[in-house]
Each structure stands twice: as structure tokens, then as C-alpha cells.
């Protein structure tokens, strides 16, 4: 089989690339033959996803040239993760049959976010459409400029309706496979595949074996160590975070030293409160370590005793939490979209009320995941146990028997056509 791989940038931004990184080289042992088309060979200073065949970057080779030279390659399949030129969508599910791997909102929503801000975070499970644009500004769904609302609400018509073309959608939890129920996909054409996660390996001088439960202790003489890691975006919740400190450190009776990892606008912001924060409780820090490599995204999982997922809105899936998971590192978080599908309570660790989502519920989850030295050593088993349920092999195993059957119904719709093309041009010459 050739399966034509479709993003919008070639190197390593965010959990879609991060997916893809894993995926690429998978399906080319699985021995079927992988290309690949990028609108943007960006960010440039960022790593390359792992390119083991054929390759067109539109940004360097113009759109008439690479759809050119991929249709002489002639794929038997188009999969998509995310392209922001439409006509270049359009053209590439007209050249094989198409499946497409929903890994937001960005069709459902006119921000993109499917967040209410207005009187508190919420997530919105409105179906799209006109009364979106009533809403938008009372309830500050987005931006302020009125320009750009009704831009991206065309948009957002315009890759609703593109998404239709294709054979099959596939979504990475129950929460988005509900989200296009809503916007009227029959269900079989709705695939639920949750993401995968490649196994943690001991970081190199870490001092920390993630191969065993028992390396993780609680040590009520040293600082609760925690960690987030994501995009530094307001939807992600780490002013939340920050401010559930105090309260955390008050409740746990111990100091606390959190990691922050990533970048983003909201960056300088968050710095800013934490130095406020650090400054007025001697017995907090707060440390930024940019944008991280995986090797270097293991060693934090390795060296802290909680990830915090403090996402304000429906998180397609929330990968990061099962990715530390793999290194026997519980999480704490907010109940929102895809995040309890793989976080339970009491079993990887503890889940916040999010109406609304606020700091004194965030701190109390964290308090339950730490407080109990023998509750927390439970959790961190349960983190390891559940983490490897999403493997890479059951998740491209899922992957083929959706483009066999879409390259099937695609066939047969041909020789369908074909067949009544057939009648027709009998009965006219008859």
C-alpha cells in the first residue's frame, strides 16, 4: 500500500508532529510504501520529523509541482493531519481515496478553541453554526476584532464541509468522536484510535530507574517536585497552576519546586507571575526550561513526582499525561475533553472538577496524589500500567484495517459508477 502523509510542517512544533515522528517510521516497517507532503519545512530551528521515503515541501517546490510529482507517485491513500491551504486539501483527497485524523477544532469551532471564557472557562459543546457568531463575543470565545470572527467563521464552513469528502475521520477519544456526532458524521465514518506513546527508557544520569515503581518515594524532607509540560498558551491552564501553589504547598506542608516546560506567548506572562508568586512564598520555586527534545522531556519525567495537567479546555486527548505515565509518573488535571479517558481517579492518579476549573481544585487533586506515601507508590504503578495500554503496534494495526476498508469502499464505488456509466451509454446507443 502507498500512504501519502499530509501536514502542514515538516519538523517537530507539537503533539501532531510529535504523533507523526512516531508514526512514519512505523508504518514503513509495517512494509507498505510512505510519502510525505508538507506545506512548511518550519520551524526552522527545530528538529525534522524522521523522513523515510518520499517527500514533497510545497513551501520550497510550489503546489502545481508537488501535486504533480505525488501523482506520479500515485498513493493508494491520502492521510491528513492538519493543512491550512484548502485547495491543496481538496486537490490531494481527489488524487486517493482520503482518511483524515481530526486532531482539533479547527472545524468546529470559530476560534479554533471550543472554550467559553465568559464568566469562567468552559468548555462549549454547541454544534457550529450561525448562532456561534452571536455568542463569540459576549461569552469571548476569541479575539475582539469582529474582521477576523467572521474570516475565521467562513473558514471554519469551508473545512466543515471539506471534512465530508473524506472516507473516514479518526480521533483520539470519545470526547472528539462525540464532538462530530454532534455535527452530523454517521458513526461508521467516525474512527476512535487513541494516540500512542513510545516507552520511557532510563534518561542517562538521572539517577532514577523508571523501569521500577519503587524508585519514586515520597521524601517529605525535600521539595514536591512538579512538573508541566505544553504548548504556553492561556487554554493550557498554567496561570492556574501557579496560582494553586500557595494552597498546594499550605495543604502538603512541604516546599515545592515546579518545572515549567515549553514555550508559547503566554511564556513572559507566566514568568512574571512567578517571579511575584516566588517572591512573596519563600518556600516556592519556579523554573522555565524552553522547548525540550524527548530525551530531555524523559529526563524531567524522570526527576519530578507529579505531572500537572491544568488544560482550561476540552483537550483533544492530552498525550503528555500518558507519555509520563510510561515513566511511572502520575498526574493530576482537569476533567476536561479527552483528559479522563486515560486519567482515573485513584488508579495514575487524580481528577479536578472544571466548573469551573480553579486553582483550590487543582490543589487539592495534587494534595490527594502526594499526600499518602503509600497511595502515591499505587499511583505510580497504575500510571506505568495504564500508559502501556496505548502501544504503537495496536495503534497502526488500527490504522491499516481503516485505510484497507477505505481503499475497499473506494473501489467499489468505482466499479459502481462505472457499471451505471456502462447502462447508460447501452440504452442510449440502443
Known sequence: MRILVCNTFGR?????????????????????????????????????????????????VGTAQALRG????????????GINDASLEQALIEAAPGVVFVHDYSATCISGSK????????????????????????????????????????????????????????????AMHDEYLRHGFATRRIELAPY???????????GVNVRSSKARQIDRGSPARLLFAGRMVWLKGGQVLLKALPSTAWRLQRPLKLTMAGEGPMRAEWQAQARTLCAQNPSITVEFTGWLKRADLNKLFDAHDLLVVPSLWPEPFGMVGVEAGTAWLPAAGFGVGGIPEW????????????????????????????A??????????????EAMK??????VAKLLEIFDQVITEAKAIKRSEAATESRAERSAAG
Request: net charge positive.
Open 12 to 60: 517537530l512544533l507539537g503533539g501532531v508532529e510529535s504523533y507523526l515522528d512516531r508514526l512514519i517510521p512505523a508504518l514503513a516497517e509495517s512494509r507498505h510504501e510512505v510519502g510525505m507532503l508538507f506545506e512548511h519545512d518550519l520551524p526552522a530551528a527545530h528538529p525534522r520529523l524522521t523522513i523515510p521515503g518520499h517527500v514533497w515541501l510545497v513551501s520550497e
Open 196 to 206: 500512542p506513546v513510545t516507552r520511557a527508557e532510563p534518561a542517562s544520569g538521572s
Open 70 to 81: 505525488l501523482r506520479e507517485w500515485r498513493p493508494d491513500l491520502i492521510f491528513t493531519h
Open 372 to 385: 499518602d506515601p503509600s497511595l502515591y507508590r499505587r499511583l505510580c504503578k497504575g500510571a506505568r500500567r
Open 115 to 174: 472554550t467559553l471564557a465568559f464568566p469562567h472557562a468552559k468548555g462549549c459543546s454547541c454544534r457550529f453554526g450561525p448562532l456561534c457568531l452571536v455568542k463569540y463575543f459576549p461569552r469571548r470565545c476569541g479575539g475582539i476584532s469582529p474582521i477576523a470572527m467572521w474570516r475565521n467563521y467562513q473558514t471554519r464552513v469551508g473545512r466543515l464541509q471539506l471534512l465530508r469528502s473524506y472516507g473516514r475521520l479518526i480521533v483520539a477519544s470519545q
Open 343 to 370: 486519567l482515573r481517579d485513584g488508579v495514575n492518579g487524580f481528577v479536578a472538577t472544571a466548573n469551573p476549573p480553579s486553582a483550590d481544585a487543582l490543589a487539592e487533586v495534587i494534595e490527594k496524589c502526594l
Open 390 to 395: 496505548f502501544t504503537l503496534s495496536r495503534h
